[in-house]
């Protein structure tokens, strides 16, 4: 079986069809840039051709990049010399593309070489356009689903297959930035407009047959092969493009805050490539690109934001005895914010939706929120009015309990409190079939006493969203005690069908995602009553790449949210709750009226229309600034372990099951320093020995909430990771 063929039609040109076996979209791999570079050579030496179509056997898509463990396997299995694998094996690839690109013409006056096109069906990502970047020309089928772009960025990478030269080359460095900076993909008639590719055709392997029949020598010249190039927008040394570069360091820190390597590499791949011949910059961005797979940062993302990540999407913790659970009819209970947001992601997904709420002004207000959203995508030429209908008539908004008759999965997204969802839960079993699905939305009341109120407990189980539902790219599902594999299928399947990542938990005070955000923003308040500038908290935090400080995260989350949360938390542990000052600011806080952005004043000042002026100097006149203020590092330290431990905790008491689950979480549901993986990985990069030395360190300094758990004790003893420890290849093993 191989991933590339050929053939040779009479007319003497040469198709060469990309089809990965197994794999829904192709994936670059070791053995296939072998094969690609022989059938090159074939098709080069054989004077019948007379030019080359590169193409794909998916119906759908060309690639979806270099598949990216077969990078860690180079890195692993290279011995004592990883870094010079890499690089080997990367420039393995400059040599096989620059083949494409040069495709046998003469070196001094560019003349006899054989024309190359690309022939994209659909999807374009990657090594799948930095492909197509090094053939003379790109026909992308008129697709309106793919998508095309160079997204390495999102997962701690950068492209490093020629990409990054070439974008810079074809388009300057401004008109590469969105692309190489920010991951932009688009599709092909925008594509086309950006000049990432040159052709959009109903039939483009058709398109880019009879181009390469008529192709004359001055077509295949790409503008930086031929005498006088000057780059778009101006080379470094220029005055217009200095500034340019000047700029985009700016934008880059200011945009990271210096926590992701990849951007910074990508920059001096860009800049110092400028500087130099074309042959050279390659080899430039072949060193940067090796650095950063070097780099135990880039190792991480890839790990959780890719090969983990889509583990868990195509089902790697479904139960495996049970049969396909995708839901058909879904009742949603609450047409609140959650609820209607609920109710927008499963239409989007062609899912039959019934919202239900008190009356049927509530109910029609939580089906107005879809009917919004589809009027923005329209105004922004996103969204057509019939796709508008179509999904409006999917969702039926009453009051009637009576139209869930039919749903094989409920979700409750009521009001937090436990009588309420037990009196709504019964009312609903007594109408919905026995064998549906019942699922609480809820964000932290237990599943299992949710459970009693139900006939069914093997039925029911937990589906935390996270706001504003449309946006957050992950879901929580949660076991109680009774709950069966069935239930969990269900919720897992549900999950796919509106195409989102699940983690599955087991029950327990605040499941996982909030256990470990809630210290977070409990320890920004306690370094607020010791006198530490919010400023200097969030900023730490941002420099540790989340997106936005504990301090700003209070005022969007709600500071009465906060107060609700401990006031609960206090009547639940009873005398085994840790009091802190922490509390007391929060209450104080909530006293004053303070209650965050949707009030216009909390931990910042606000304007008539809600934007942020500074922080409220108020605060300190209950709690002064401290004359001297602690290290960078030391807050930096304070806000990572306080969320890490609880992570280290949850695996070892089994509310999380799978490390992937953790890191993958983390990163999805509260933006946890991406760059690190996770906050096991983290804990991977620090190392245990270290992590448990701190941990002591700061139990002395600030309490007993940074106690070195026995686990990570246990494995700082014996020099272990947690993924060699705990991943699933480690366990099987």
């Not at 069809?17 to 050579?41: I, Y």
């Not at 026909?139 to 070439?166: C, D, H, Q, S, Y």
């Not at 460095?173 to 692309?179: C, H, I, K, T, V």
């Not at 914010?337 to 039959?352: D, F, P, T």
Request: charged share 25%; with cysteine.
């Amino acid at each position: 079986m191989t991933d590339f063929t050929m053939k040779k039609d009479a007319d003497g040109v040469a198709i060469i069809t990309w089809d990965v076996p197994e794999k829904s979209m192709n994936v670059m791999r070791m053995d296939g840039m072998r094969e690609l570079n022989a059938l090159m050579d074939d098709a080069l030496a054989d004077d019948a051709v007379k030019g080359i179509v590169i193409t794909s056997g998916k119906p759908d898509s060309f690639a979806g990049g270099m598949d990216l463990t077969q990078l860690a396997v180079i890195r692993d299995q290279s011995g004592d010399d990883p870094a010079a694998a890499l690089f080997d094996f990367v420039m393995q690839g400059h040599h096989m593309m620059r083949k494409l690109e040069l495709a046998g013409m003469d070196p001094k006056t560019k003349k006899g070489g054989k024309p190359i096109a690309s022939a994209l069906p659909g999807t374009a990502a990657g090594i799948g356009l930095e492909l197509p970047l090094a053939t003379h020309r790109i026909f992308a089928a008129n697709n309106p689903k793919a998508r095309i772009g160079l997204p390495e960025i999102m997962v701690g990478l950068f492209p490093g297959g020629g990409g990054t030269t070439r974008l810079v080359r074809k388009l300057g460095a401004m008109g590469a930035s969105s692309f190489l900076l920010e991951g932009k993909m688009l599709e092909p008639a925008k594509a086309k407009a950006a000049g990432l590719i040159d052709e959009v055709a109903d039939d483009p392997v058709a398109a880019a047959r009879a181009w390469v029949l008529n192709a004359k020598d001055a077509d295949l010249v790409k503008p930086w092969d031929a005498k006088g190039y000057k780059m778009p927008g101006g080379a470094p040394y220029h005055p217009a493009g200095f500034m340019t570069f000047v700029g985009a360091a700016a934008m880059v820190h200011g945009k990271t805050k210096g926590a992701f390597p990849a951007a910074k590499a990508l920059l001096s791949a860009v800049y110092e490539g400028a500087l130099v011949d074309f042959d050279t910059a390659l080899r430039i961005e072949a060193r940067w690109f090796t650095h950063v797979l070097m780099n135990p940062s880039s190792s991480a993302m890839v790990r959780s934001l890719f090969v983990n990540k889509e583990a868990l999407e195509k089902g790697a913790v479904r139960p495996k005895d049970v049969a396909d659970q995708r839901v058909k009819k879904l009742g949603v209970l609450g047409a609140g914010m959650m609820g209607a947001g609920i109710a927008l992601v499963s239409a989007q997904a062609g899912i039959e939706v019934v919202l239900i709420d008190r009356d049927q002004a509530a109910a029609d207000k939580g089906k107005a929120y879809t009917e919004a959203y589809l009027d923005k995508g329209i105004a922004r030429k996103k969204v057509t009015p019939e796709k508008k209908e179509a999904m409006l008539g999917l969702i039926t908004a009453t009051p009637d309990l009576d139209a869930l008759k039919g749903c094989d999965l409920i979700i409750e997204a009521v009001f937090e409190d436990p009588k309420v969802k037990a009196e709504m839960t019964q009312k609903v079993e007594a109408i919905i079939p026995e064998d549906c699905i019942f699922a609480s939305n809820t964000s932290t009341l237990p599943i299992t006493g949710l459970a009693k109120a139900s006939k069914r407990p093997e039925q029911f189980i937990g589906i935390h969203f996270f706001s504003p539902v449309e946006k957050m790219l992950l879901v929580e599902i949660i076991k109680g005690k009774e709950t069966g594999p069935r239930a969990v299928a269900k919720a897992l399947d549900y999950v796919r069908q509106i195409r989102k990542t699940p983690i599955v938990v087991n029950d327990a005070r605040f499941f996982y995602c909030n256990r470990c955000i809630i210290p977070y923003g409990n320890e920004a308040t306690r370094m607020i009553t010791e006198g530490v500038a919010p400023v200097l908290i969030d900023h730490a935090a941002q420099q540790l790449g989340f997106p936005v400080g504990p301090v700003q995260l209070g005022d969007e989350t709600s500071i009465d949210l906060a107060a609700k949360i401990t006031r609960a938390t206090m009547e639940a542990m009873g005398d085994d709750y840790p009091a802190s000052e922490a509390d007391n600011l929060v209450f104080w806080m909530e006293e004053q009226g303070r209650l965050g952005r949707k009030a216009k004043a909390g931990y910042f000042d606000y304007d008539e229309k809600g934007k942020r002026l500074g922080y409220w100097k108020g605060i300190h006149d209950k709690y002064p600034l401290a004359d001297k203020q602690p290290d960078l590092i030391e807050v930096q330290e304070r806000l990572m372990f306080a969320q890490v431990l609880e992570a280290v905790r949850a695996l070892e008491e089994g509310v999380v099951e799978d490390i992937r689950e953790a890191d993958v979480g983390a990163i999805l549901a509260w933006g946890f320093a991406p760059w690190s993986g996770g906050p096991l990985s983290w804990l991977d990069i620090i190392g245990a020995p270290y992590a448990a030395e701190r941990c002591d360190q700061l139990e002395a300094a600030y309490g007993e909430r940074f106690k070195c758990p026995a686990l990570l004790r246990e494995m700082a003893e014996k020099g272990q990771t947690f993924y060699g420890r705990f991943a699933p290849e480690a366990a099987a093993a």
